[in-house]
């Protein structure tokens, strides 16, 4: 039983910044690769970064050099810093998780969270 909530999307112009934050919460026992998924109107859903528990991170070509994922494993939270955005970033942003819990604590679970919505205007 575990949760992922996400927060911080909004509408920004084109060339702004944003920052998003995805907190999990549960019978966690240990969190190993967290990321960030999006789905734009009409496309597949997409990786944009994903970061292991010990920090090594790896991003989808399209955002290299303007977005920045980074976790804090006390607080059992990822983040996605978006600078430089774009209207092609547009789209509907989704946090996952992959987690051992205390009921499967030698097999880990995905979980996604609702999904937040960001929108740059032209």
């Known amino acids: 039983q575990v949760q992922l909530v996400e927060s911080g999307g909004g509408l920004v112009q084109a060339g702004g910044s944003l920052r998003v934050s995805c907190v999990a919460s549960?019978?966690?026992?240990?969190?190993?690769?967290m990321g960030w998924y999006r789905q734009a109107p009409g496309k597949q859903r997409e990786l944009v970064a994903a970061?292991?528990?010990?920090?090594?991170?790896n991003y989808a070509d399209s955002v290299k050099g303007r977005f920045t994922i980074s976790r804090d494993n006390a607080k059992n939270t990822v983040y996605l810093q978006m600078n430089s955005l774009k209207p092609e970033d547009t789209a509907v942003y989704y946090c996952?998780?992959?987690?051992?819990?205390?009921?499967?604590?030698?097999?880990?679970?995905?979980?996604w969270g609702q999904g937040t919505q960001v929108t740059v205007s032209s």
């Open positions: 970061i292991t528990s010990g920090g090594r991170s």
């Open positions: 996952n998780a992959d987690v051992f819990d205390f009921l499967t604590v030698t097999t880990s679970h995905e979980y």
């Open positions: 549960g019978s966690i026992f240990k969190i190993n690769v």
